[in-house]
């Protein structure tokens, strides 16, 4: 019984790997996105708990850690590793990561499982490829990247991260606190839900989950946030269908205290797709007002709405709009309060999209840069006098941030910023950078997230 049993628990885990493989050739060729494919295919395939979280693992794991993955294949690689075919070029790196990273799989099932996928994607050569570089990596299995003289090349390889953006943290943040961050940036994300206030209290649905069977606790930073210890797809959880909570980073729901909106004021989310702030700002109103949700992204609108729907929200109206063009007709003010939740490098969110740190190149950060600054510009002038705009990202690049909000300022004399700490629950004081909002994954736990608070006085 036992010998069967082991024998079941290596045919899954084989399953698992190519899944695995699979995935990991899409998210490099087709820039497809992780958790989007994990989703849909847990959701179609019928696999265990426990080979749900493997294949999870080796997904997320080799994204991590791919920097010093591929440290170590190119050096045990006879050709360039950009030359290797694509499909065994990620067989080789997740064949690494499970050698170099995780104890549960046994090396020889990992190694043997890998040369006959390789051969039956590649033939025997490539099939011999694959068992060399990991007999190779086996014997030097205890080995790691250098301590070179280069700073940025030594913890780029160490922490699995391009050198492009070592630099940029070293600029912004200094050694020890961009090594922290890098660190942090390789551990699982915490699954937060914002628990819907017009639906029950958080403490109410703390006791629901735990009752599932779920570990759950109240989140240190938001009031209505709650952790989750495991991962879980969202509709699986007690409460979803009733809409009783939202998925939502911890440091994302606390944009929406920043913006502090009031029950029958008028408020723009500029770009407010996928809606988990602007269901919180409609929350936060009590669902009484107006809550205009504009977005050029028509899939994420129809996120939106579904999600609005099923937290019965009524104040809500999503408008398919490109920002940077302006907003038609009686769309077009005035605001008592807009939220600029701009379309960013997303470099706060590595913990759960790990993919983005190798997808984004220095070149996008200006790009973006400019983006932002038109948006805040052209979005500004609906505002009315005396009222309130927040500019928001989850990314930690001062292009993307403190010089967005630096230019805005001098191109609109009419604006002033005020301290974002004034608005944050007592309890989220710390996450205040002078007259900033920044969380930090290293310090705080959560995803990186930048916001600033400006008032229009004329």
């Given amino acids: 019984m036992k010998k ?70 190119a050096r045990s690689l006879r050709r360039s590793l950009a030359g290797t075919k694509p499909y065994l070029r990620n067989l080789l790196r997740l064949t690494l990561y499970q050698l170099l990273f995780l104890n549960r799989i046994p090396d020889y099932a990992a190694v043997n499982e890998a040369v006959e996928l390789a051969k039956r994607h590649g033939g025997k050569k490539a099939g011999g490829l694959v068992n060399g570089v990991a007999r190779t990596v086996l014997r030097e299995k205890e080995r790691q990247p250098p301590a070179e003289t280069d700073v940025v090349s030594q913890l780029s390889n160490f922490w699995s991260h391009p050198d492009w953006l070592v630099k940029k943290w070293l600029d ?20 937060t839900l914002r628990a819907n206030r017009l639906k029950g209290d958080r ?83 009590q669902d009484r007002g107006e809550v205009v949700a504009a977005d050029i992204s028509a899939r994420g609108l129809e996120k939106l709405k579904q999600n609005v729907r099923r937290l019965g929200l009524t104040s809500v109206r999503p408008f398919l709009v490109d920002a940077t063009r302006g907003l038609p007709g009686a769309l077009a003010g005035p605001y008592d309060r807009i939220l600029v939740d701009a379309p960013c490098s997303g470099l706060g969110t590595l913990r759960s999209h790990p993919e983005a740190k190798w997808r984004r190149e220095e070149r996008d950060i200006q790009r973006l840069s400019g983006l932002q600054k038109k948006i805040v510009n052209r979005i500004s002038a609906y505002l009315r006098p005396g009222g309130i705009l927040v500019y928001a990202t989850c990314t930690l690049t001062r292009e993307e941030n403190e010089e967005v909000v630096e230019d805005f300022l001098d191109r609109q004399r009419g604006f002033v910023l005020e301290s974002a700490a004034s608005c944050l629950p007592e309890e989220a004081g710390s996450l205040a950078s002078g007259k900033y909002f920044l969380a930090l994954p290293h310090k705080h736990n959560t995803d990186g997230f930048f916001a600033a608070r400006m008032r229009r006085v004329v």
């Fill in 203 to 285: 403490a109410a649905l703390v006791e629901l989950l735990r009752a599932g069977g779920f570990n759950a606790d109240p989140a240190p930073w938001s009031p209505q946030g709650i952790c989750l210890k495991q991962s879980s797809a969202a509709d699986q959880l007690p409460g979803f269908e009733q809409g009783l909570f939202q998925i939502q980073g911890e440091a994302s729901q606390l944009v929406g205290y920043i913006l502090d909106p009031r029950p029958g004021e008028r408020i723009l989310d500029g770009c407010a797709a996928p809606g988990g702030k602007t269901a919180h700002i409609a929350e936060l109103m």
């Fill in 4 to 73: 069967g049993s082991a024998s079941e628990s290596i045919n899954s885990e084989k399953g698992c790997r190519e899944l695995a493989v699979e995935i990991l050739l899409k998210v490099e060729t087709r820039n497809a996105y992780a958790d989007i494919l994990l989703d849909h295919l847990l959701k179609r395939t019928a696999l265990s708990a426990r080979d749900r979280a493997l294949l999870t693992q080796l997904v997320y794991g080799t994204l991590r850690w791919r920097g010093r993955i591929d440290w170590y294949l």
């Fill in 172 to 191: 912004y943040f200094g050694r020890d606190e961009t090594e922290s961050l890098l660190q942090a940036n390789n551990e699982e994300a915490l699954l």
